[in-house]
């Protein structure tokens, strides 16, 4: 009797295959270097993994999926109850970098988080650059010279809160910059900046002071702020909230583009298909969101009994959560750690797997790592989709041959 093997997709094929495509490490030595040997040596020393060794391959109808997503999405937050009871007042900026987060697998692409702050988009640029020569199969999927791309969404966030005047002057902004792993990037951004004419400082909240009229950092006001800090709402920040709130510096992204997108209550509300058409939403933007995003529940405390018997079957997450920290597998729950999350503001989001790309380690057998996919969207639009490759629970940059990799779409 002949029985018909399961249908493989190119993408799958070379997904499986650890040696379908090799990063070029020579190339991509060459393009860090042209930064300069100092921040060449920073990357090296304290971010080993922070490029994988090889691309994530994916299919059109993957990429299609994530793009009909991210629409639904960007139309559902337009809709004016949206934002009915938002803690926030509303924006003029439309916010850089968001970054929309996918796990694939054979029932599609899944949206298991959007992030308002994503880190990842220059390096990225820097790692497309390195490999154009490469030869892989399938298309990258990028907007053409991703430098003049990134400088046009800062100036267009300038121009919608201040109008024709000029952008003089840029603060990229996290708690201890230097300490933080992705300084590297913060690094790139800075020289972007330059190269343009701009200056651009990298600062602790701490240095900032308000004058009355705005933001001043060693005697110099701020013109914009690219804002890295995971205090989404600026609470532990009452200098820059009080200087967004009076609107004297421009701030990107914002405590509003947080809370209407990237606090993890929200993807409750986009998979709730009753409060959608109660909003207005279209039934094929709804039909599309039901498809695409793991269904999502705010956790309560009388959930104890439900929430521990499917605990298998489903991820928590912390509401205003990031990086992974603070989020578990079910399966993997202590009783202890789950009394914790019943009482301290989680989402519980049903279990998507993702995707999975064989990577040849040193002289080691294959090793099958994890992938999830980034989209970084600006107004809505797709900048660059890159991957990132990992071993464990939740990305790390810490897997030998993980890190940052590119995307190919693949016929």
């Known amino acids: 009797m002949n029985i018909t093997a399961p249908s493989v ?13 090799q990063v070029d490490r020579v190339a991509l030595q060459y393009a860090m270097q042209k930064h300069g040997g100092v921040w060449r040596s920073l990357v090296m020393e304290r971010c080993m993994h922070l490029f994988a060794d090889v691309p994530v391959f994916i299919a059109p109808a993957q990429m299609q999926q994530m793009r009909e997503v991210i629409g639904a999405v960007e139309r559902v937050v337009a809709l004016p109850g949206w934002h009915d009871g938002a803690q926030e007042p509303g924006s003029i900026a439309k916010g850089v ?34 490999q154009r020569e490469a030869g892989w199969p399938g298309a990258v999927v990028a907007q053409a010279n991703l430098e003049q791309v990134f400088l046009d969404m800062f100036r267009n966030e300038w121009r919608l809160e201040r109008g024709a005047a000029a952008l003089q002057n840029v603060a990229i902004v996290d708690e201890q910059p230097e300490g933080q792993y992705l300084y ?11 190269r343009a004419g701009i200056a651009a400082f990298i600062a602790d909240p701490a240095a900032l002071h308000s004058r009355g009229d705005g933001l001043y950092l060693d005697g110099q006001k701020i013109d914009l702020m690219y804002n890295r800090l995971t205090d989404f709402s600026l609470q532990r920040h009452p200098t820059l909230r009080r200087a967004y709130l009076e609107g004297s510096v421009v701030l990107t992204p914002d405590p509003a583009h947080y809370a209407q997108y990237a606090d993890k209550r929200n993807l409750a509300r986009l998979t709730d298909a009753q409060a959608l058409r109660a909003l207005g939403a279209s039934e094929a933007d709804i039909a599309i969101l039901q498809a695409g995003i793991p269904h999502t529940i705010v956790v309560k405390a009388d959930m104890e009994e439900t929430l521990w018997q499917d605990r298998k079957s489903l991820f928590f997450k912390p509401n205003s959560g990031y990086g992974s920290k603070g989020a578990y597998r079910g399966e993997k729950l202590t009783k202890r750690v789950f009394a914790e999350i019943l009482h301290g503001d989680y989402v519980a ?28 969207i600006y107004n809505g639009q797709v900048q660059l989709v890159a991957a990132r490759l990992y071993q464990g629970q939740t990305t790390n940059f810490r897997t030998p041959g993980g890190g940052f990799a590119l995307v190919r779409v693949v016929e």
């Open 9 to 21: 997709s190119p993408a799958e094929a070379l997904n499986g295959d650890c040696h379908s495509a």
């Open 97 to 130: 970098f968001f970054g929309y987060d996918f796990h694939l697998n054979s029932d599609g692409a899944h949206l298991i988080e959007i992030n308002s702050n994503a880190g990842g988009g220059f390096l990225n640029a820097l790692l497309l650059d390195s």
């Open 184 to 194: 590297p990037e913060f690094l790139l951004a800075q020289r972007m900046f330059e």
């Open 349 to 376: 989001q049903k279990l998507a797997v993702p995707g999975e790309r064989s990577v040849c380690v040193g002289d080691t057998e294959p090793v099958s790592l994890k992938y999830d996919v980034r989209c970084y």
